[in-house]
């Protein structure tokens, strides 16, 4: 459901240094979403930093599909509500049924796929406990690759700074949700 306004005011951009503002202005880029103009508060380096992990997530070799299972999962246990209205979109753009969306952000996972079911009880450990136990590290390993590993907890990182971002400046949702990367 999107909302009007955020807990702390969006950065001018008239006010941004040359590196934030040629980043915000590439014309790969279609959209400025509210939690990256919200993020545009942190210094340079940081903010910089921010972008580029984002990036990388985005850029990954990760099968889209499984990124978004990824994606969805955090924001369900970050309770946002931010990345929930985006992701929910992408995810089914992707093909993620709604059962499966239903799945991922409850606690029945019966209607993934055996490596989904490893795959979400992975990121949820991660999330609430920061390492999972060994039973959960190996249901993970007999369906992935250590890289692949590796990578989605690159993921779940980025996508819980940026559940905190939107949450800590109150960001506004969007009227849209995106459609995909």
């Given at each position: 459901?999107?909302?009007?306004?955020?807990?702390?005011?969006?950065?001018?951009?008239?006010?941004?240094s040359p590196a934030k503002h040629d980043r915000i202005?590439?014309?790969?880029?279609?959209?400025?979403?509210?939690?990256?103009?919200?993020?545009?508060?942190?210094?340079?380096?940081?903010?910089?930093?921010?972008?580029?992990?984002?990036?990388?997530?985005?850029?990954?070799?990760?099968?889209?599909?499984?990124?978004?299972?990824?994606?969805?999962?955090?924001?369900?246990?970050?309770?946002?509500?931010?990345?929930?209205?985006?992701?929910?979109?992408?995810?089914?753009?992707?093909?993620?049924?709604?059962?499966?969306?239903?799945?991922?952000?409850?606690?029945?996972?019966?209607?993934?796929?055996?490596?989904?079911?490893a795959l979400i009880a992975f990121v949820s450990a991660?999330?609430?406990?920061?390492?999972?136990?060994?039973?959960?590290?190996?249901?993970?390993?007999s369906h992935y690759d250590d890289r692949f590993l590796?990578?989605?907890?690159?993921?779940?990182?980025?996508?819980?700074?940026?559940?905190?971002?939107?949450?800590?400046?109150?960001?506004?949702?969007?009227?849209?949700?995106?459609?995909?990367?």
């Amino acid at each position: 459901m999107p909302t009007s306004s955020s807990r702390i005011p969006y950065p001018s951009i008239d006010d941004l240094s040359p590196a934030k503002h040629d980043r915000i202005f590439d014309p790969s880029r279609n959209v400025l979403l509210n939690v990256s103009r919200m993020a545009l508060h942190a210094s340079d380096g940081l903010w910089g930093a921010q972008a580029a992990l984002g990036r990388a997530t985005i850029d990954a070799d990760l099968d889209s599909r499984l990124r978004e299972m990824v994606i969805l999962r955090v924001a369900h246990l970050q309770n946002s509500e931010y990345e929930l209205f985006h992701h929910r979109s992408i995810a089914r753009h992707l093909g993620v049924g709604e059962a499966e969306m239903a799945a991922i952000e409850g606690e029945d996972h019966a209607a993934l796929l055996p490596a989904e079911r490893a795959l979400i009880a992975f990121v949820s450990a991660v999330v609430r406990d920061v390492s999972p136990d060994d039973a959960t590290l190996a249901a993970m390993r007999s369906h992935y690759d250590d890289r692949f590993l590796f990578d989605i907890v690159v993921v779940i990182g980025s996508y819980m700074l940026t559940a905190r971002l939107a949450a800590v400046g109150g960001v506004a949702i969007e009227d849209q949700p995106v459609a995909g990367w």
